[in-house]
């Protein structure tokens, strides 16, 4: 290699890690983000579910979708009748970051 694909490829380099440097120059000065808290909440067959369809269990299930709309977990009568389980996993996030 010659002196001037030397001095080219140390040019190269040395820009190239600039960037870097001043990254985490401004990760040094930010302050931590702000963070929001949500729930995911991931229903799942409950000890009570079966595959059979019957007037009580379509009942149970529009009540169930009725109250998704409501968002109310401690109210939902597919959890309540055994028919469905809940997970509750929580998650941060930067707030702002979802709608």
Do not use: C
């Not at 290699?1 to 990254?23: D, E, K, Q, T």
């Not at 009570?48 to 009568?77: D, G, V």
């Amino acid at each position: 290699m010659n002196v001037r694909a030397s001095l080219l490829l140390a040019f190269i380099v040395s820009f190239s890690l600039l960037p870097v440097g001043l990254y985490a120059d401004e990760q040094k000065s930010s302050s931590p983000p702000e963070l929001a808290s949500y729930y995911f909440v991931l229903l799942t067959r409950g000890p009570e579910w079966t595959a059979e369809k019957t007037p009580a269990t379509e009942k149970i299930q529009a009540a169930h979708l009725a109250n998704i709309t409501k968002l109310q977990i401690e109210s939902a009568p597919a959890v309540q009748a055994g028919r469905l389980t809940n997970e509750i996993h929580p998650w941060a996030t930067r707030k702002g970051m979802l709608p």
